[in-house]
Each structure stands twice: as C-alpha cells, then as structure tokens.
C-alpha cells in the first residue's frame, strides 16, 4: 500500500520559514516525480514545485526565489523549504508522487495546513 505522509504544517508569521516534508512508503520513490500542490480557502488546487528524478526543479511564479523543493531518494522524502512566507501562502499544502506512461501511477498525501498569519 502506497503512502505519502506530510509533516512541518503550522502557524507562522509572515517573513518565516517553514520546511515540509513528505516520506513515502510502499512505491520504488526514485522512480517518481515529486510534486507539491496546495489548496487556498476557497480556491482551486494548484502546483507549487516539481522536483523530477533527475532532480530538475520548475516552481510557480508565485513561488519563485523563496520556496526550494528537494529530496532524497535514501531515505525515500521529498521536501519544501519556504522562506519569506507570505499570508497568500496559506494554504492545505499535498505531497504528489507521478509515475508517467506506460505505468501511469498518481499517489497523494492527507495534506498539512500551513497559515501565514501575524
């Protein structure tokens, strides 16, 4: 049984940082890209960073400058480093695991809640 497991949600002020991770489990992870989306209140759910296997990184313009995506396939974690967090960064944040064609494998975590808040 495939699981990804967020964790580091929480509450920070703005201009903080935050590092979420997320530790997958039952899946060949080095196989996989890995994705961070996050849902707004109110709002649709949207890609925030990809990290692939080769480790090449694309992020929203949003984002761009202050969140880093990682990982390490030893220890099976992707991770997101927000710095400069902004109010417009709260959000439910998701762990994605994507395994194109021909296999076509698309796993996701419960979701960690980051608020940006003074």
């Known amino acids: 049984q495939v699981q990804l497991v967020e964790s580091g949600g929480g509450l920070v002020q703005p201009g903080g940082s935050l590092r979420l991770s997320c530790a997958g489990s039952g899946l060949l992870f080095r196989l996989y890209a890995m994705n961070w989306y996050r849902q707004p209140p109110g709002k649709q759910r949207e890609l925030v960073a990809g990290?692939?296997?080769?480790?090449?990184?694309n992020y929203a313009d949003s984002v761009k400058g202050r969140f880093t995506i990682s990982r390490d396939n030893a220890k099976n974690t992707v991770y997101l480093q927000m710095n400069s967090l902004k109010p417009e960064d709260t959000a439910v944040y998701y762990c994605?695991?994507?395994?194109?064609?021909?296999?076509?494998?698309?796993?996701w975590g419960q979701g960690t809640r980051v608020t940006v808040s003074s």
């Open positions: 990290i692939t296997t080769g480790g090449r990184t």
């Open positions: 994605n695991a994507y395994l194109g064609a021909p296999m076509g494998r698309d796993y």
